[in-house]
């Protein structure tokens, strides 16, 4: 019989959880010294957009049902920071705007403000993998696009694995601080992305945010605490959307029953589970948008796109060509490039792997057209956005 991820054993000594986001960290990156310490999953992250997905890990929806797409709407009622109240959401690089999207707050704590007596959820978002890489960027860096063009593909790689050096030097120092404290062997360690990236794959795509491969959505969740086994992985499929329900299970006994993932102490995933990563880009100009859907098991899956075959070549092309927000999609073009990118993402219907499922599956599955939460006003930190490529 297969077992569950976190078992109820487990659950008796566990007071409190730590969840540690390390943003754009592709499940390939991760390394073994750090596998080791505990229990690796390979998870699916809801989106390949920070702004869809750190929603989701924080409510257990898809972006379908929690309908944010951008910066500029956030989670209300329904994210666990509302359920429980002793929560604080980590400062040290991380970024600030998904506090402000998941309502987590007034602002960055430290872990040592929490009241550490009684049981606690603390998130650390760091800057992990995404770009500008590694720990250093050029001096006269202006925009995403400078940067990118001021190294080679090689240089982007290393600087990359840099940065994963870095991020996973930070996650140590924060269990190095859960144990001096004295409650590391107390508390539930969870390490994750909020999805992966791109680097230089698929015709010369660079970053996220913009398709859906599996370098975007295949992510690490390790999990470390007392009980749990090291050097092991769980065979499973696990989803960005199971973290909300664990945490529930654990603070407050009970998971809301909206929640869409699945509760890690209680539950087994299912056998070739088929879970769902979804994408809205937005741009200013209607006709290239992407929308997609997709649904994984183990095996691989399928991209389904949303929308006419005119907006994909629109959006292939046009996002190729002109620089919409959030671009640096690729260093430089060719023919052979435009036809890798063509049969990457602008096609219809993409396979990826070997899924044990049908196309038809990813039909009646399909959320249909997406809608965007219009009730809002969540203030974007638009310097930061900026900074980080996702604004012009
Ligand atoms: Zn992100």
Redesign the pocket.
């Known amino acids: 019989m297969h077992t569950k991820p976190l078992s109820e054993m487990t659950k008796r000594d566990v007071k409190n959880i730590v969840v540690y986001i390390s943003?754009?960290f592709r499940y390939d990156h991760i390394p073994s010294f750090l596998a080791e310490k505990g229990l690796l999953g390979k998870a699916i992250a809801p989106s390949t957009?920070?702004a869809s997905?750190?929603p989701s890990i924080f409510s257990g929806l898809y972006p379908k049902s929690h309908r944010i797409w951008g910066f500029d709407s956030g989670l209300k009622g329904n994210s666990v920071f509302t359920h429980i109240n002793n929560a604080g959401y980590g400062t040290s690089d991380i970024f600030s705007w998904p506090v402000k999207a998941v309502e987590a707050g007034d602002g960055p704590v430290a872990l040592s403000e929490l009241d550490q007596s009684k049981p606690f959820l603390y998130v650390m978002h760091h800057m992990g993998g995404?770009s500008p890489y590694g720990d250093t960027v050029p001096p006269d860096w202006q925009s995403m696009e400078d940067y990118f063009r001021s190294f080679s593909a090689q240089e982007h790689r290393e600087r990359y694995a840099k940065a994963i050096t870095h991020t996973v030097s930070r996650f140590e120092e924060l269990i190095d601080d859960l144990d001096d404290a004295g409650i590391l062997d107390e508390t539930l360690v969870i390490f994750t992305s909020?999805?992966g990236e791109l680097l230089g794959e698929r015709g010369g795509i660079w970053g996220?945010g913009n398709v859906i491969t599996p370098e975007l959505v295949e992510v690490p969740m390790l999990f470390i605490g007392p009980g749990i086994p090291r050097e092991r992985q769980y065979e499973r499929l696990l989803s960005g959307i199971d973290i909300a329900p664990t945490i529930m299970s654990l603070l407050k006994g009970n998971v809301p029953r909206e929640m869409e993932g699945v509760d890690l102490w209680e539950e087994v995933p299912l056998e070739r589970r088929k879970v769902r990563a979804d994408l809205w880009n937005q741009t200013k100009y209607d006709l290239i948008d992407y929308a997609a859907t997709s649904l994984w098991d183990d095996g691989g899956g399928y991209v389904q796109r949303i929308g006419s075959l005119s907006e994909h070549t629109l959006f292939t092309f046009g996002a190729h060509w002109y620089k919409y927000d959030h671009s640096h999609l690729s260093r430089s073009v060719s023919p052979f490039k435009l036809f890798r990118l063509y049969r990457s993402v602008a096609k219809k219907r993409l396979k990826y792997g070997s899924p044990s499922f049908s196309v038809n599956t990813v039909h009646s599955t399909a959320p249909g057209k997406f809608e965007k939460k219009e009730d809002e006003n969540v203030e974007p930190d638009h310097d930061r956005l900026r900074q980080l490529g996702y604004l012009q």
């Open positions: 943003d754009s957009f920070t997905s750190i995404h909020d999805h996220h």
